[in-house]
């Protein structure tokens, strides 16, 4: 699993999570609902679901589909995004498909009507750490468990109670302790099998030949939604869904 190239904004991204969760987590508790995918009822729903207990998830990264295995998981990634987000859902909707949205948490908690609109249109969450630290991995635990945790809060927050189910590390950072506190947490660690590489804007005629060529080594298929221009991605999308079902794939999410 090749790791992202750097990006100037996750710098800023950084540079601003720092401030707002200076605290590492290391002895943090994090409990949450048993059904991460419905909000509780009445009351405060995100601190609701703080109090209910979590299932332990396997702590090996997920590749492979629960749609078997003819299914494909579509994974979208760093958002929400004002711009973006919305026109990568309208597309999802117009398709009938379903796709997990790796969040940001600073991401989240700037624009949790998005976070909403996602649950409300039946995708799944998944945990992007605070600010999408690629260094992840060389990095103290105590640090690992801050992303890993306060951006559970931010995202559990802006989802109005609903809960991440996957945990993706940015670029592929993982370690044997981020994966077992994400399990932990009922986070599946999720990997992916066919990046599109939309971040290096190779244009979406070459996105889609990426598809198509990786497609039969595995499921899990790397799109993202923000961090800069996603027409491509978009367009891409568009090409790609239709073609994914016409060679008789359907539509899942990972594993947990």
């Given at each position: 699993?090749?790791?992202?190239?750097?990006?100037?904004?996750?710098?800023?991204?950084?540079?601003?999570?720092?401030?707002?969760?200076?605290?590492?987590?290391?002895?943090?508790?994090?409990?949450?609902?048993?059904?991460?995918?419905?909000?509780?009822?009445?009351?405060?729903?995100?601190?609701?679901?703080?109090?209910?207990?979590?299932?332990?998830?396997?702590?090996?990264?997920?590749?492979?589909?629960?749609?078997?295995?003819?299914?494909?998981?579509?994974?979208?990634?760093?958002?929400?995004?004002?711009?973006?987000?919305?026109?990568?859902?309208?597309?999802?909707?117009?398709?009938?498909?379903?796709?997990?949205f790796c969040m940001v948490g600073t991401q989240a908690e700037a624009?949790?009507?998005?976070?909403?609109?996602?649950?409300?249109?039946?995708?799944?969450l998944c945990n992007h750490t605070v600010s999408h630290d690629t260094t992840m991995d060389t990095k103290s635990e105590a640090y690992q468990s801050q992303q890993i945790l306060d951006a559970e809060r931010m995202i559990t927050k802006a989802s109005g109670g609903v809960r991440s189910q996957y945990y993706r590390a940015p670029g592929g950072a993982f370690t044997p302790y981020s994966r077992q506190l994400a399990a932990s947490h009922g986070m599946r660690p999720l990997g992916w099998n066919v990046d599109t590489?939309?971040?290096?804007?190779?244009?979406?005629?070459?996105?889609?030949?990426?598809?198509?060529?990786?497609?039969?080594?595995?499921?899990?298929?790397l799109f993202h939604d923000a961090g800069g221009e996603r027409s491509e991605t978009v367009a891409a999308l568009r090409e790609v869904l239709p073609w994914l079902r016409e060679q008789g794939y359907t539509f899942g999410f990972p594993v947990r």
């Open positions: 699993m090749a790791k992202h190239k750097g990006r100037a904004w996750h710098g800023r991204l950084l540079a601003a999570a720092l401030g707002v969760t200076a605290l590492a987590a290391a002895a943090s508790v994090w409990t949450a609902q048993a059904d991460p995918t419905r909000p509780s009822k009445g009351g405060d729903s995100a601190a609701a679901a703080a109090e209910r207990p979590v299932k332990k998830v396997a702590a090996e990264i997920a590749h492979a589909s629960e749609a078997g295995p003819r299914g494909v998981n579509i994974t979208i990634d760093d958002g929400p995004d004002p711009v973006w987000t919305p026109q990568v859902l309208r597309l999802l909707k117009d398709e009938g498909v379903k796709a997990t624009y949790p009507d998005l976070v909403k609109k996602v649950v409300a249109d039946g995708h799944r590489k939309d971040f290096e804007h190779p244009g979406a005629d070459t996105m889609v030949a990426t598809v198509k060529r990786e497609i039969a080594g595995g499921p899990t298929v």
